[in-house]
């Protein structure tokens, strides 16, 4: 991999665990009370006020479900993308699950939502890290080294 393809690839996976990381504990609380300062929701009441909002065509049960796999997802695909571990499964899934989010958004608060936050851009992001050829710096690139490289007659 070229050496600026691999800076890029090393920014874009970090960047995008930490924002992951970032918003998936700040609904627990980790960074602070609501209403601290660059608290977005400081607890899981709050978050939840907000993604009943977005989710508002679920019953209030299915959604509190739907929050909590979307948050846990996010924490994991944040710190498996920080690591470089699993890195093109959790760009996708990290894509996947951001395009839902912007979706939802739309429907729930009109287009200018997701676009101020860039939650579409994000998605695109992830899905275009899932498609780079390898993770230099990565857990994926070490345990890669790893491995033996087979022959196609060592498979037959």
């Known amino acids: 991999m070229q050496k600026n393809l691999s800076l890029i690839q090393l920014y874009l996976r970090i960047g995008l665990g930490a924002s992951y990381l970032c918003a998936g504990l700040d609904r627990l609380g980790v960074w602070g009370p609501p209403g601290g300062a660059r608290i977005s929701w400081g607890d899981w009441q709050h978050f939840m006020d907000y993604a009943y909002k977005l989710l508002f065509f679920l019953p209030y049960g299915l959604a509190s479900l739907v929050a909590g796999i979307a948050t846990g997802a996010e924490i994991i695909f944040g710190v498996l993308l920080i690591l ?36 579409f851009t994000a998605s695109a992001a992830s899905f275009l890290l899932s498609t780079l050829p390898a993770y230099k710096w990565s857990l994926d690139g070490i345990l890669n080294k790893k491995r033996p490289a087979y022959q196609t007659s060592d498979l037959y």
């Open 84 to 119: 470089g571990l699993l890195t093109r499964w959790a760009a996708i899934g990290s894509g996947i699950l951001l395009l839902f989010f912007a979706l939802s958004m739309t429907v729930a608060l009109g287009i200018q939502a997701p676009l101020n936050y860039s939650v």
